[in-house]
Structures are given as C-alpha cells and as structure tokens.
C-alpha cells in the first residue's frame, strides 16, 4: 500500500479549489462549524440531516484508519520537534508573552510522539505497515508563525479525529482514539489562548470528512512537483472566483483571473484575518468566522494581497 500522504498530495490542487462555507450544521444556520481539525480542511457544509454522510469515511479497514491517524501524527510530531529545536526558548516566550509556553509546547511534542509510537505499535500487531514520515514545510518564518501553525493544526487534530472515529469497528482502538483526540483537543484549547482566540469557540464541533483532510496536510508535505506558492495556484475563468483563507494561508495563494471577475475570498477558520492590497485598492477591514469579502477586478495587472494581522499570509491575483 502507498503511504497516505502520496494520496494527500494527488488530491491536494483540486482540494484548494474548495470553498464551500461552515456555516449550516443545522437547517436555521447557526454556526457550530468547529475552528479545525488536524489533518483535515475546515471547509465543508452540513446540516443535521446531512451528518450521516460526512462521518462516513471511506476506509478499507481499522489499519487503514490507524494509518490515516499516523500520517497526520507524523506531521504534528515533526513539527513541534524540528520547531521548537529551531526556534529555542527565548523566541517562543516572547512571541507567546508566556515564560513558561516553551516547556510545555515540548510536552505537546512529546504527546505527539507517543501518539505517533503507539499507533505505530497497534498498526504493526493488526499486520499492518506502518506510513512512514514524510518532507514537510510548515511555512513559518518567525516563532509568532509558528504559534499560528499550531494553533490550526491543533484545531485540525480536533475535528479529524472526531471524523474518523465512527469508522473504527474495534471497541478497544476506538476507546484509544478518543482517547487521543481529548488531548488533542486540550492542546487546541491552549494554542488558541496563546494566539488570542478563545479556548472554546463554539458550542458544537464539527467532524470533518476524509477528503477534507487532503488540503491541509498535502499543503505542508514537501515534494518535487509543487510550485512552493502558499496554497497553490489555479486559473479561474468566469465571472466570479472564490478563495478560502484557512490553516493562516489564503487557498489557492495565487490565482488567475480574467478582467471584471468578482472575486471572493471566505474566512473558514476562528482567527481573524484581513485581505489588504499592497497598493491600498482593497482592504476587507476585519473577517471573523464565515465572514466574506469581494472585489471586482476591473483592470489587468498583478494584485498582491496580504493578512494586516499576520504579514506572513500573502496571496495575488493575477488579472488578464
């Protein structure tokens, strides 16, 4: 069987097109969408009625859920490991303004070891063979970027997990799973502190399908045949053209638009962002939660964009 994360990356270009909204878990709209889930993209549409068909996953079996679980622990593992090492504990604790946010940033690592030895551990004594861990690129430059990409990757764990589950027809990996997934939800409760959001920002998450996974966790694996543009690039024709800004990154990061194309950009994640031009043309002001912002292209050119909040987040839309 080929690793998982090879599928993430097949899928990943057509996943970053997606742009679907959060906002109707139930028929009246009220917004329960959680802020992530690890491992899986935070833009799907659900209503109580339709809940039955994103918990169905499509899964050959238990090893390959708990191969599915793996990869995306691989990828949280290698990032607080090669991070913190990188990075050390002065930046981490001013970034944080938390003296004590680097040790216990290493003992999430150190969970997300343990995770990635145990599922090793179960998947080996099924008979099955263990993904290895891949190449990854998180994109951060600075440990305040840092502290974004886990704050998303915390909040993606959360709701991947929550997706999976059902899926699982042994009872004693499904006891670990939630296991698992209780942690991983303390260590989305703490990130989103750090980062100023709130440690519980809705009343209700949403789990989130298998497919929802692919543009996340494809978007950090390294591999020869990506363009290295945050979120990709794709070339739209048409009238209107939509972009999501999710995972801090505006997906797809670059995009090619004909003149007169209204394009649309939607905040899928529980972090305030901005989309504000470089040269000042367009500004959306503050986006929170399936918050969107459109602007009409009227003239050719290069726009490049940028998050007010977090200059790390750049995007263009290439008009002609």
Known sequence: MR??????LEEIAAEQERTRSRRS???????LAAGGAFGFALAGTASLSSAPSILAQDFSGDVDILNYALTLEHLEHAFYRDGLEALGQADIA???ANDEAFSLLNAIRDHEQAHVEALTQVINDLAGEPVAEATYDFGYEDAAGFLEVATALENTGVAAYAG??????DETILTAALGIHSVEARHAAFLNSLNMASPFPQ???MPLSRDEALAIAGDFIVDEDTSGSQGGESAVSGESAQIGIDMFRFLPGSIEVAVGTTVTWTNLEIIPHTVTADDGSFDSGMMELDDTFSYTFDQAG???YFCEYHDNMTGVVMVG
Do not use: M, Q, T
């Not at 690793?3 to 993430?8: K, V």
């Not at 999976?164 to 027809?169: E, G, L, R, V, Y």
């Open 3 to 8: 690793p998982l994360h090879a599928r993430f």
């Open 25 to 31: 878990f139930v028929g009246s709209g009220a917004k």
């Open 94 to 96: 001013n970034a944080a």
């Open 164 to 169: 999976a589950a059902p899926s699982i027809s």
């Open 203 to 205: 009343a209700v998450d």
């Open 302 to 304: 290069s726009f490049s």
